[in-house]
């Protein structure tokens, strides 16, 4: 069964920093195009990063520009795929519900239109405080 499953999510202050991983255990996406998209409390979900399938070229969305990066693992002798976003300089406004996604239409660029993510993971709580 393909699922996405993201960790990582937390707590810190103002500053701080947090890295999220995505695991895709199923190896189905080691082609596609991957993204990180975030829900703020009472706002829509909004693009983050996103990655081509071998990491070769990266979208990083302007209000996060400097501060996030991603980067992705599909080793062939890795059990699973896996997606990071590391996040440094936290924000107040950063605090959000991040969720990973999974882009068939996609592999050798990026896309910001959620509507190509076929496939998203839980979701993990981002809280940064001030």
């Known amino acids: 069964q393909v699922q996405l499953v993201e960790s990582g999510g937390g707590s810190v202050q103002a500053g701080g920093s947090l890295r999220l991983s995505c695991a895709d255990s199923s190896r189905t996406f080691s082609g596609y195009a991957m993204g990180w998209f975030r829900r703020a409390p009472g706002k829509e979900r909004e693009f983050v990063a996103g990655?081509?399938?071998?990491?070769?070229?990266?979208?990083?969305?302007?209000s996060v520009k400097g501060r996030f990066t991603i980067s992705r693992d599909n080793a062939r002798n890795s059990a699973k795929n896996t997606v990071h976003l590391q996040m440094n300089s936290l924000k107040p406004e950063d605090t959000a519900v991040y969720y990973c996604?999974?882009?068939?239409?996609?592999?050798?660029?990026?896309?910001?239109?959620?509507?190509?993510?076929?496939?998203w993971g839980q979701g993990t709580q981002v809280t940064v405080s001030s």
């Open positions: 996604a999974a882009d068939p239409s996609h592999g050798l660029d990026v896309t910001t239109e959620l509507g190509y993510y076929d496939y």
């Open positions: 990655i081509n399938w071998d990491g070769g070229s990266g979208y990083i969305a302007d």
